[in-house]
Every structure is written in structure tokens, then in C-alpha cells.
Nanobody, 123 residues
Framework: QVQLVESGGGLVQAGGSLRLSCVDS????????VGWVRQAPGKEREFVAS????????YYADSVKGRFTISRDNAKNTVYLQMSSLKVEDTAVYYC????????????????WGQGTQVTVSS
């Protein structure tokens, strides 16, 4: 079972940085690829980044490539999203997602979702 809880969201000025964290309180974190999906008000959900079980492979949406970095610490059952050079258009609720199949992560079909954390970027 995977139980994902995000933290680290908040209000930041454009150009600033934030680091999101997502802890899995279950016991199978290392068996799951994990990632981040976001949804802005009035817009569809958008894939942000994913990372495989070992952390050896990462994948990013073009909109965040070069600005965001996903990483994981399997010893701490935690995945991180380091966000830099934030833009107003990065404002959204960010969800942590997980699945044994990494393809389900980047296609936003993951079995497991966190409750989301709000990121607001002001101009």
C-alpha cells in the first residue's frame, strides 16, 4: 500500500525557489516509480516529472525542464521536487503520484495520489 503526503508548498515570488517533499507512509515505496502532477485553476492536470524506482531515470515536462529537479531517497521513503526560477504559470496544486509502472506515472494514470500541496508564484 502506498500513502503519499506532500509538503513544502507556499507562496513565492517569481524567480524564486521551493522544494516540495512527498513521504510515503507505506512499506513499498522503493517498489514504485513516483512523480509530480500539477493542476492550475481552470486547467487540466499536467505531468511535471517522474523518477524510476532506483532513481536512475528521470523524465520532465518541457515546461519545467532545466528548472525543476526530481529526486528520491528510498531510505526515507521520500521524493522531492526542487523548483527553481519559478514563473507565475507554475502556480498550481502539485500532486505526488506513484505506481509500480513508470509509464502510468508520466501518463497520469497512477494508482496512488497524494492530497496535493498549493504552490503560488506571484509576479
Amino acid at each position: 500500500q502506498v500513502q503519499l503526503v506532500e509538503s513544502g508548498g507556499g507562496l513565492v515570488q517569481a524567480g524564486g525557489s521551493l522544494r516540495l517533499s512527498c513521504v510515503d507512509s507505506g512499506r513499498t515505496f522503493s517498489n514504485h516509480a513516483v512523480g509530480w502532477v500539477r493542476q492550475a485553476p481552470g486547467k487540466e492536470r499536467e505531468f511535471v516529472a517522474s523518477i524510476t524506482q532506483s532513481g536512475g531515470n528521470t523524465y520532465y515536462a518541457d515546461s519545467v525542464k532545466g528548472r525543476f529537479t526530481i529526486s528520491r531517497d528510498n531510505a526515507k521513503n521520500t521524493v522531492y521536487l526542487q523548483m527553481s526560477s519559478l514563473k507565475v504559470e507554475d502556480t498550481a496544486v502539485y500532486y505526488c503520484v506513484g505506481d509500480e509502472d513508470v509509464d502510468k506515472v508520466w501518463t497520469m494514470l497512477s494508482d496512488f495520489w497524494g492530497q496535493g500541496t498549493q504552490v503560488t508564484v506571484s509576479s
